[in-house]
């Protein structure tokens, strides 16, 4: 599968932003898929999760009650809806396809098989 990632841009804090994960393919609905971001300087860490069917999700702490992660497997297409943002989410922003098996929240980069090219966002305080 193919992802290409798309949503960024430069907000405010307290502003919200949405972004898209298109794959491609017609077994997009086999995948569970992840969210990550990388800061500059740091390593990419885990932001969220969604299994294949849209009934379960994980998020990390920092984003917890602010970012929601949804799919549309009619569309091919994973989202991440980001609230309240701060100028800490600023990072570039990578979506992620595991083959499901069953369920269980990967939050590793090394637990996901397929990785889309980035979509870069910046908060300014």
């Known amino acids: 599968v193919q992802l290409q990632a798309s949503g960024g841009g430069l907000v405010q804090a307290g502003d919200s932003l949405r972004l898209s994960c298109a794959a491609s393919?017609?077994?997009?609905?086999?995948?569970?898929m992840g969210w990550f971001r990388q800061a500059p300087g740091k390593e990419r860490e885990f932001v969220g999760a969604i299994n294949w069917s849209g009934g379960s999700t994980d998020y990390a702490d920092s984003v917890k009650g602010r970012f929601t992660i949804s799919r549309d497997n009619a569309k091919n297409t994973v989202y991440l809806q980001m609230n309240s943002l701060k100028p800490e989410d600023t990072a570039v922003y990578y979506c992620?396809?595991?083959?499901?098996?069953?369920?269980?929240?990967?939050?590793?980069?090394?637990?996901?098989?397929?990785w889309g090219q980035g979509t870069e966002v910046t908060v300014s305080s």
């Open positions: 992620a396809a595991a083959l499901s098996r069953t369920w269980y929240p990967r939050s590793l980069v090394n637990e996901y098989d397929y």
């Open positions: 393919g017609r077994t997009f609905s086999s995948y569970d």
